[in-house]
């Protein structure tokens, strides 16, 4: 087990919380990280470029004229991909991007970059967040006691008026502990649990 201190969200210490050994000090492989990275941007992918081909396009079933005499080139079809306001050969089809990725894996890989952001000192962990009303300025005001630049915040529960407070504000993001991925830890500079977010992840991955 590993001890880390618990803050107030106005940067005053209240206590300790211990971290359990196979979530939070797991050996780091980065080939593992960047599968789960792929992974993620592979599922985000549209993928719902088209185009029209010779049989979908509209019109060119008669031939333009025959096939000998006229000396011209042949031609079959006034949709040929040849001709202006023809089908597209070869074109890009809707098509799904993502890819299988062993929940095994995918579980580890979220060690790792928890794992990671304890070793680098980028974790904190916070007792527990409290705005009375939906507010910018008093979000600022937290972030700013805390030192925090580009965090991730990640809570127990859907908290609206933190998650709402926050969402102006540049390099922020607020998610809850069972919507955390791989992805958003790497792309933010610091970690930031809830007290309960921690013990929640203890539950699912421990």
Same mark, same amino acid.
């Given at each position: 087990?590993?001890?880390?201190?618990?803050?107030?969200?106005?940067?005053?210490?209240?206590?300790?919380?211990?971290?359990?050994?196979?979530?939070?000090?797991?050996?780091?492989?980065?080939?593992?990280?960047?599968?789960?990275?792929?992974?993620?941007?592979?599922?985000?992918?549209?993928?719902?470029?088209?185009?029209?081909?010779?049989?979908?396009?509209?019109?060119?079933?008669?031939?333009?004229?025959?096939?000998?005499?006229?000396?011209?080139?042949?031609?079959?079809?006034?949709?040929?991909?040849?001709?202006?306001?023809?089908a597209v050969a070869h074109?890009?089809?809707?098509?799904?991007?993502?890819?299988?990725?062993?929940?095994?894996?995918?579980?580890?890989? *979220?060690?790792?970059?928890?794992?990671? !952001?304890?070793? /680098?000192?980028? $974790?904190?962990?916070?007792?527990?967040?409290? =705005?009375? &009303?939906?507010?910018?300025?008093?979000?600022?005001?937290?972030?700013?006691?805390?030192?925090?630049?580009?965090?991730?915040?990640?809570?127990?529960?859907?908290?609206?008026?933190?998650?709402?407070?926050?969402?102006?504000?540049?390099?922020?993001?607020?998610?809850?502990?069972?919507? *955390?991925?791989?992805?958003?830890?790497? !792309?933010?500079? /610091?970690?930031? $649990?809830?007290?309960?977010?921690?013990?929640? =992840?203890? &539950?699912?991955?421990?």
């Open positions: 087990m590993i001890k880390t201190k618990v803050y107030s969200q106005d940067n005053v210490e209240v206590g300790e919380i211990e971290l359990k050994d196979e979530v939070f000090s797991v050996a780091v492989k980065p080939e593992i990280l960047h599968q789960a990275v792929r992974y993620h941007l592979a599922a985000k992918r549209a993928g719902c470029a088209s185009v029209k081909n010779r049989s979908s396009i509209r019109g060119g079933g008669k031939k333009p004229w025959r096939q000998k005499g006229t000396g011209r080139a042949r031609a079959g079809t006034i949709r040929s991909p040849l001709w202006r306001g023809g074109g890009p089809q809707p098509r799904d991007y993502s890819f299988k990725l062993n929940k095994k894996v995918r579980r580890l890989a *979220l060690k790792m970059a928890l794992s990671a !952001r304890l070793s /680098e000192d980028s $974790l904190k962990v916070i007792e527990k967040f409290e =705005l009375p &009303e939906i507010k910018t300025k008093n979000f600022v005001e937290i972030k700013n006691k805390l030192s925090l630049k580009k965090p991730l915040i990640v809570l127990a529960e859907k908290y609206n008026n933190l998650e709402l407070s926050a969402r102006n504000v540049p390099g922020v993001q607020v998610v809850t502990q069972d919507s *955390l991925t791989v992805y958003d830890i790497l !792309r933010h500079q /610091e970690l930031i $649990l809830d007290k309960q977010a921690v013990e929640k =992840l203890h &539950e699912r991955l421990g």
